[in-house]
């Protein structure tokens, strides 16, 4: 895993900026501690941070491969789980290898197939390759790995993170759009956009061709097709896909992890993780007194303990629990702000930074069961009619309730019908009715790339490599064609994966209700974060008096949360966690010197 810079022009020489190429590869030092290098070129600069994961020894980038007399450049970031395969086709073909690294056998693969090699490629990516005549950028499927680019007078820029390209255009501007997609659509985002004008990111699936223009092409979507198995072999299949893709995962020269919440997923993934790796790290995370604060409520019913010791004992893993406190909850929302360039899930990404920089200490791959909710339906509007049949997202609640806050400038803007619009765009990219297949569309492309942003910003910011093996494109093809009343099996929620692992797992652990990332339930974060939140108001330049109604957010304030009773995203974003997320908009707007145009 790394991070990568690039910039190209092929109608004229680019100046070479020393400068401030470095300074924008000096911003992705988390992504990539192990190594720094660059490559210049008169028409393509690149520039590569690297976390070393396969061939420690000669794995370094940009990476260049003479064929035929001609040259190519790579940098990339992302793991090529099917390198061994994709190398014998190459060496049948020819071609020979000077490393053992994943980069050479993309590199080569795109010289043998060009675009067409990444119908060949399973894994998570996001590169660019320079030919001397034009650029060639492309990103996994799912999109768990990042890229982002503008374009200035024929010049492309393209990074891992947003802040390499604020570095370079000198300036964060967010115009009428932006706060469109920041106040509406937030923190998601629709598909190959971004807040900051002229910062766009290329969508999950889609490669582009650069020359003088971008040439963007969607090179994988979701097909329509006859699901013939029934349901013994459905079940059967469901097991055999997720087995192959965390196998698959498990390619790696240095130590692997995984993160265990006794749930479901990450249950999975450690019980067939533990078939291949003796003495398996497992790791979770808690809150400080989350014993005597928590509460039970609709969307998370039980505390994890319990069934992670079950899981523990069951596999005799290594397991590390990590207790984070109040306060270092509350003092990481400014870095993971950083981590994600935008304004986030607050607690959200700020206990998962900390979470990762404690698995930092041990290990720099860890694999998490992030994305099966998405897939297999585990959120409660793939089965809850009030919430998949209203005309917009399915996790968003009480739009009218939350346009309320608004100022008048920002009510001009009709935010509701701006996600009613994003919302039927994305329906229209699919053409079919069936509401099953829509949910899993829309879950995959806004609030699975949501989380994706959460996993790859937070875990890289801390400089380990997170794998997601349910991001897999043949779970995705499967699940989207198979049979409703198979997906929910026994009427449960992930029903059919529930019935694919319940000889992997405890019984209760096989059955257990959905219960989403843990959040803290202790009243000293809500003092501390109120009291935060409280103090950023005596800031005439905060940026929040430019977007909500005075008088609403003083009281919102005042009230400790208490004043608006809905989830703004998804299930958790209420009460004190709403509030961090209007302190990471406060943060985010000083810190980033925010520029508005609307």
């Given at each position: 895993?790394?991070?990568?810079?690039?910039?190209?022009?092929?109608?004229?020489?680019?100046?070479?900026?020393?400068?401030?190429?470095?300074?924008?590869?000096s911003?992705?030092?988390?992504?990539?501690?192990?190594?720094?290098?660059?490559?210049?070129?008169?028409?393509?600069?690149?520039?590569?941070?690297r976390?070393s994961?396969?061939?420690?020894?000669?794995?370094?980038?940009?990476?260049?491969?003479?064929?035929?007399?001609?040259?190519?450049?790579?940098?990339?970031?992302?793991?090529?789980?099917?390198?061994?395969?994709l190398?014998?086709?190459?060496?049948?073909?020819?071609?020979?290898?000077?490393?053992?690294?994943?980069t050479?056998?993309?590199?080569?693969?795109?010289?043998?197939?060009?675009?067409?090699?990444?119908?060949y490629?399973?894994?998570?990516?996001?590169?660019?390759?320079?030919?001397?005549?034009?650029?060639?950028?492309?990103?996994?499927?799912?999109?768990?790995?990042?890229?982002?680019?503008?374009?200035?007078?024929?010049?492309i820029?393209?990074?891992?993170?947003?802040?390499?390209?604020?570095?370079?255009i000198?300036?964060?501007?967010?115009?009428?759009?932006?706060?469109?997609?920041?106040?509406?659509?937030?923190?998601?985002?629709?598909?190959?956009?971004?807040?900051?004008?002229?910062?766009?990111?290329?969508?999950?699936?889609?490669?582009?061709?650069?020359?003088?223009?971008?040439?963007?092409?969607?090179?994988?979507?979701?097909?329509?097709?006859?699901?013939?198995?029934?349901?013994?072999?459905?079940?059967?299949?469901?097991?055999?896909?997720?087995?192959?893709?965390v196998?698959?995962?498990?390619?790696?020269?240095?130590?692997?992890?995984?993160?265990?919440?006794?749930?479901?997923?990450s249950?999975?993934?450690?019980?067939?993780?533990?078939?291949?790796?003796?003495?398996?790290?497992?790791?979770?995370?808690?809150?400080?007194?989350?014993?005597?604060?928590?509460?039970?409520?609709?969307?998370?019913?039980?505390?994890?303990?319990e069934?992670?010791?079950e899981?523990?004992?069951?596999?005799?893993?290594d397991?590390?629990k990590?207790?984070?406190?109040?306060?270092?909850?509350?003092?990481?929302?400014?870095?993971?702000?950083?981590?994600?360039?935008?304004?986030?899930?607050?607690?959200?990404?700020?206990?998962?930074?900390?979470?990762?920089?404690?698995?930092?200490?041990?290990?720099?791959?860890?694999?998490?069961?992030?994305?099966?909710?998405?897939?297999?339906?585990?959120?409660?509007?793939?089965?809850?009619?009030?919430?998949?049949?209203?005309?917009?997202?399915p996790?968003?609640r009480?739009?009218?309730?939350?346009?309320?806050?608004?100022?008048?400038?920002v009510?001009?803007?009709?935010?509701?019908?701006?996600?009613?619009?994003?919302?039927?765009?994305?329906?229209?990219?699919?053409?079919?009715?069936?509401?099953?297949?829509?949910?899993?569309?829309?879950?995959?492309?806004?609030?699975?790339?949501?989380?994706?942003?959460?996993?790859?910003?937070?875990?890289?910011?801390?400089?380990?490599?997170?794998?997601?093996?349910?991001?897999?494109?043949?779970?995705?093809?499967?699940?989207?064609?198979?049979?409703?009343?198979?997906?929910?099996?026994?009427?449960?929620?992930?029903?059919?994966?529930?019935?694919?692992?319940?000889?992997?797992?405890?019984?209760?652990?096989?059955?257990?209700?959905?219960?989403?990332?843990?959040?803290?339930?202790?009243?000293?974060?809500?003092?501390?974060?109120?009291?935060?939140?409280?103090?950023?108001?005596?800031?005439?330049?905060?940026?929040?008096?430019?977007?909500?109604?005075?008088?609403?957010?003083?009281?919102f304030?005042?009230?400790?949360?208490?004043?608006?009773?809905?989830?703004?995203?998804?299930?958790?974003?209420?009460?004190?966690?709403?509030?961090?997320?209007?302190?990471?908009?406060?943060?985010?707007?000083?810190?980033?010197?925010?520029?508005?145009?609307?």
């Amino acid at each position: 895993m790394c991070g990568i810079v690039v910039v190209g022009n092929y109608l004229e020489e680019l100046s070479k900026n020393d400068d401030k190429i470095k300074k924008m590869t000096s911003l992705l030092k988390y992504r990539g501690p192990d190594n720094e290098d660059f490559l210049w070129n008169k028409h393509c600069i690149m520039a590569h941070r690297r976390l070393s994961i396969i061939d420690l020894k000669t794995g370094n980038q940009p990476l260049s491969y003479t064929y035929q007399g001609k040259t190519y450049h790579i940098t990339y970031n992302g793991e090529i789980y099917n390198m061994i395969a994709l190398k014998n086709k190459l060496l049948e073909l020819g071609f020979t290898f000077s490393t053992t690294s994943d980069t050479e056998v993309l590199l080569a693969s795109y010289i043998a197939w060009k675009e067409k090699c990444l119908d060949y490629l399973e894994g998570i990516f996001a590169f660019a390759i320079d030919d001397g005549e034009k650029l060639f950028l492309a990103r996994d499927p799912l999109g768990v790995k990042p890229l982002y680019y503008t374009i200035i007078n024929h010049t492309i820029i393209a990074a891992s993170e947003m802040k390499c390209l604020l570095s370079y255009i000198g300036k964060a501007v967010v115009d009428k759009n932006g706060v469109k997609e920041l106040l509406g659509l937030g923190p998601s985002l629709t598909p190959g956009h971004t807040i900051y004008k002229n910062i766009y990111s290329l969508r999950p699936g889609h490669y582009m061709y650069f020359n003088d223009k971008p040439h963007i092409c969607r090179y994988w979507m979701l097909k329509d097709k006859t699901h013939t198995d029934n349901l013994a072999q459905t079940i059967q299949k469901v097991r055999h896909l997720v087995i192959d893709s965390v196998q698959k995962q498990l390619l790696s020269d240095v130590p692997l992890s995984t993160m265990l919440s006794g749930g479901l997923d990450s249950s999975i993934i450690t019980a067939i993780a533990s078939q291949y790796i003796q003495d398996l790290s497992t790791y979770s995370i808690t809150y400080e007194d989350q014993e005597k604060y928590f509460q039970s409520y609709d969307y998370q019913t039980t505390m994890d303990d319990e069934y992670i010791n079950e899981m523990v004992e069951r596999y005799q893993t290594d397991h590390h629990k990590i207790i984070l406190s109040q306060e270092e909850l509350v003092n990481s929302l400014k870095t993971s702000l950083i981590a994600r360039d935008m304004p986030g899930m607050a607690d959200v990404d700020s206990s998962f930074l900390l979470f990762s920089k404690k698995i930092s200490q041990n290990h720099k791959v860890c694999l998490s069961g992030e994305c099966a909710d998405e897939i297999f339906g585990g959120y409660p509007w793939f089965y809850k009619a009030e919430l998949y049949s209203q005309p917009y997202f399915p996790w968003m609640r009480d739009l009218d309730l939350k346009m309320d806050l608004f100022n008048e400038k920002v009510k001009s803007l009709n935010l509701k019908d701006y996600i009613i619009q994003r919302y039927r765009q994305s329906l229209d990219e699919i053409h079919t009715k069936d509401k099953k297949k829509q949910l899993i569309y829309l879950n995959t492309e806004w609030f699975m790339q949501t989380l994706l942003t959460r996993a790859d910003s937070q875990t890289m910011r801390s400089s380990i490599e997170v794998r997601v093996p349910f991001a897999s494109t043949k779970i995705l093809q499967y699940l989207y064609n198979m049979p409703v009343e198979y997906m929910f099996y026994g009427d449960e929620e992930k029903g059919i994966l529930r019935k694919a692992f319940e000889e992997f797992l405890p019984e209760d652990i096989a059955h257990r209700k959905k219960n989403p990332y843990p959040k803290t339930h202790s009243p000293i974060y809500t003092q501390i974060i109120s009291h935060k939140l409280k103090e950023s108001l005596s800031d005439s330049s905060n940026i929040l008096y430019s977007f909500f109604d005075k008088d609403k957010l003083i009281e919102f304030v005042e009230s400790e949360g208490k004043s608006f009773q809905s989830p703004w995203f998804g299930q958790l974003m209420m009460g004190p966690q709403l509030m961090a997320y209007f302190y990471q908009i406060y943060l985010w707007g000083k810190i980033y010197q925010i520029e508005l145009e609307f």
